[in-house]
C-alpha cells in the first residue's frame, strides 16, 4: 500500500471548515484514498473514499489532485464534535491485501468553540 | 443502522490467562477483520476472515491468537495465554465485500488490561 503522510495536529475554529490535507505521491493508479476517523478511543469510523474525482457525502468532501498524488479531506462546518484523529489510509488493490487497512498516525483536528 | 457489536466493553485478565473477545458484525457481511490499538500507538491489523478460513494474519498474529465464527452471527478472537504486552483496545470490523472499494466499518472496541 502506498505510504501517506499527513500534518501531526491542526486546529479549526467551530462552524468554519476544516481542511486536512494528505500526500500520497507513491499512489498506484487503482488504490483507493479512504478517510477514517478515531474520536477519543471508539472505533474508526469511516468518512469518504474516492479514486479519482472528487466525492462528497453526508460528513464531508473529498478533494483528490489531478495526478492523485494528494489530497484534502473537508469538512465543511466542524463542530466541537469532530474533534477527533483523522485517518488518510490508501487501499491495497493487489495479491491478498485488498482487506487491510493500514493506519498512519494521522491528524489531531481539534475544533475550538 | 446497522452496526458493529463487541462485548465486554472492558476486560480484565491476569497474564497467561486465556481470553476470548466477542463481535457480532453487521448481518449481510462476509468479511471480518481485527484490529488492536496500544494506548497511545497506531490501530493495528491483525487478521481478516472469509469463509470459516483466515485471508491475511499479521506478525502480531502468532500462535497465541485465535479466530472462529462459532455460529451464524459471532466472531470471536482468542488469546490463549495472555502477556502483559496484549493490553490493548481491540476492534472488530466487518465488510460485505473484498476489494478496495469496499468500506470496513468498526464495533466500539473491546480495552483489554492484562495485569
Known amino acids: 500500500d502506498a505510504k501517506t503522510t499527513q500534518p501531526p495536529s491542526m486546529d479549526c475554529a467551530e462552524g468554519r471548515a476544516a481542511n486536512l490535507p494528505c500526500n500520497h505521491s507513491?499512489?498506484?493508479?487503482?488504490?483507493?484514498v479512504y478517510w477514517y476517523r478515531q474520536i477519543h478511543s471508539q472505533g474508526p469510523q469511516y468518512i469518504i473514499h474516492?479514486?479519482?474525482n472528487n466525492e462528497t457525502n453526508e460528513m464531508a468532501s473529498l478533494i483528490i489532485t489531478e495526478d492523485r498524488k494528494s489530497s484534502t479531506l473537508i469538512l465543511p462546518h466542524a463542530t466541537l464534535r469532530d474533534t477527533a484523529v483523522y485517518y488518510c489510509?490508501?487501499?491495497?488493490?493487489?495479491?491478498?491485501?485488498?482487506?487491510?487497512?493500514?493506519f498512519g498516525q494521522g491528524t489531531i483536528l481539534t475544533v475550538h468553540p | 443502522e446497522p452496526e458493529v457489536t463487541q462485548t465486554p466493553s472492558h476486560q480484565v485478565t491476569q497474564m497467561g490467562q486465556e481470553v476470548i473477545l466477542h463481535c457480532v458484525p453487521i448481518?449481510?457481511?462476509?468479511?471480518f477483520y481485527w484490529y488492536r490499538q496500544i494506548l497511545g500507538q497506531k490501530v493495528e491489523f491483525l487478521v481478516s476472515f472469509y469463509n470459516n478460513e483466515i485471508s491475511e494474519k499479521s506478525e502480531i498474529f502468532d500462535d497465541q491468537f485465535s479466530v472462529e465464527r462459532p455460529d451464524g452471527s459471532n466472531f470471536t478472537l482468542k488469546i490463549r495465554s495472555t502477556k502483559l504486552e496484549d493490553s490493548a483496545m481491540y476492534f472488530c470490523?466487518?465488510?460485505?465485500?473484498?476489494?478496495?472499494?469496499?468500506?470496513?466499518?468498526f464495533g466500539p472496541g473491546t480495552r483489554l488490561t492484562v495485569l
Open positions: 489510509i490508501v487501499r491495497g488493490a493487489g495479491g491478498t491485501s485488498y482487506g487491510k487497512l493500514t
Open positions: 474516492g479514486l479519482k
Open positions: 448481518s449481510n457481511h462476509l468479511y
Open positions: 507513491t499512489i498506484s493508479g487503482n488504490e483507493y
Open positions: 470490523a466487518s465488510s460485505e465485500r473484498w476489494d478496495s472499494t469496499d468500506t470496513q466499518y
